[in-house]
Every structure is written in C-alpha cells, then in structure tokens.
C-alpha cells in the first residue's frame, strides 16, 4: 500500500499571505490528522477529520482550518500568515475506529514565513 | 493534564552496545502508547505501541518497549545499537482523556546519537 502523501513538500510565502497543503491518506483511511512540528513547541495536535467532519480540535486559532473530502484526501488551510507558523505540518491517517488505531504520517509540508 | 515525559535530550551510545530511550507518562485513565522514529527531513515512522496485556512490546527493525504501570514508564529498548539507529525518537499517548480518538500526546523527543 502507498503511505500516507503530502503536497508540497516545501513551501516559502510572506508574512499576511494564505496557504493551503494536501494530504492524501492511505487507501481506506478514513480518519486524517494534522499535526504542527516546531522546535519550540515540538509536536502539537492541530485537528482530525473523519467522515468530512471535524471530529477533534487544538488549541489553535481559527486562522487554522481544515477540510476533508469524500476520498478522505484532506486539505489544512492558514490564513494571514504569521513568522511564528512556520514549521513542519505533518499529517496522519488511520482507521479512526478507536484508541489503539496506530496513526501513519506523511513526509510533512515544510512551511517558511518570511 | 495528560503529558509525555523525555528526559534526556540526547542519548549517545557506540555501535553494537544495547540502547535504552526512556519515557514516562502521566494519564488519567489506562494509557495507550506509542513510539515513532524521525529521520531527518521526515515524517514520523511507527515503530511500535502497547495496547494491553504482555507489557513487553515488539517493534519493527528489532527495536522493543517496556510498559512498567507502576513506575508510568514506558522505556524503548534495541539489544545492540546500529549507526543507521540514529534520529529523533518520540514517544506519546492517547487514551479517552487526551481529548479524541486521534489526538496523539508526543514527548520533546530524544536524539540518538549512535557512534561507530
């Protein structure tokens, strides 16, 4: 089976811009999630789609938003831009039918704020 | 507050000698743990995870954990350490207090450091 892809890899915008990455999860997956990668920060859980809908939140602003599509192909969205979002944006698919699912992640999107 | 605890930043450890990434955890509830490995300009490989029952877990590439309930370790072991074992190591937990089926909780991450 194919893993888990994501699109792009590296991704370079300004400060105020918008910018949207893509996650293809493994085929019959059904649950993506988004996960944030700082050095600061470390790993920090954005959200989780399921079935189209958002089934789980972090903390984060609603600059942060997601959508996910009938094939379970996920899209995370950030608005207005800011330096402190740059950072390695991994996501994760599963099953999503209970606690002991083991997660798969993609490559991660490489996003820099300049 | 569920969290993940790494406390070594960096574990250093020659070619051939057994290696230990140390974890522990603080939950409500029964835990279930995870750890992954982080190549450099990677995503997070799976390496294994403890469910329930035998608290001695196998992993992929010879690597195992063991789950200690007493002590909320969760600590990854390999019985003799390659130089291609090098890379960030996280550990983390979900159960049904951390917040949803798929929010993992992840430690800071240690760095191996496998030397010839």
């Known amino acids: 089976k194919a893993g888990v892809t994501q699109t792009p890899r590296y991704l370079i915008k300004t400060r105020g811009q918008q910018v949207t990455l893509s996650c293809s999860p493994i085929s019959g997956h059904r649950s993506v999630s988004w996960y944030q990668q700082t050095p600061g920060q470390g790993l920090q859980f954005l959200f989780e789609y399921f079935s189209e809908t958002q089934r789980n939140k972090g903390n984060f602003p609603g600059r942060f938003s997601g959508r996910q599509f009938s094939n379970s192909r996920s899209e995370m969205n950030v608005s207005t831009l800011e330096l402190g979002d740059s950072a390695l944006y991994l996501c994760?698919?599963?099953?999503?039918?209970?606690?002991?699912?083991?997660?798969?992640f993609g490559p991660g999107t490489r996003l820099t704020v300049l | 507050a569920q969290s993940v605890a790494q406390p070594e930043d960096q574990v250093n450890v020659a070619e051939g000698n057994p290696l230990t990434v140390k974890c522990t955890y603080s939950?409500?509830?029964?835990?279930?743990l995870f750890w992954y490995v982080q190549y450099p300009n990677r995503g997070l490989q799976f390496l294994l995870k403890y469910i329930t029952g035998d608290n001695l877990v196998k992993g992929s590439y010879g690597f195992e954990a063991e789950f200690n309930k007493s002590q909320t370790s969760f600590h990854l072991k390999k019985p003799s350490a390659l130089v291609s074992d090098s890379a960030l190591y996280f550990c983390?937990?979900?159960?049904?207090?951390?917040?949803?089926?798929?929010?993992?909780?992840f430690g800071a991450g240690t760095r191996l450091a496998v030397h010839p």
């Open positions: 983390a937990v979900r159960n049904s207090f951390s917040g949803g089926y798929n929010k993992l909780i």
């Open positions: 994760a698919s599963s099953g999503g039918q209970g606690f002991t699912d083991t997660q798969y």
């Open positions: 939950v409500s509830g029964n835990p279930y």
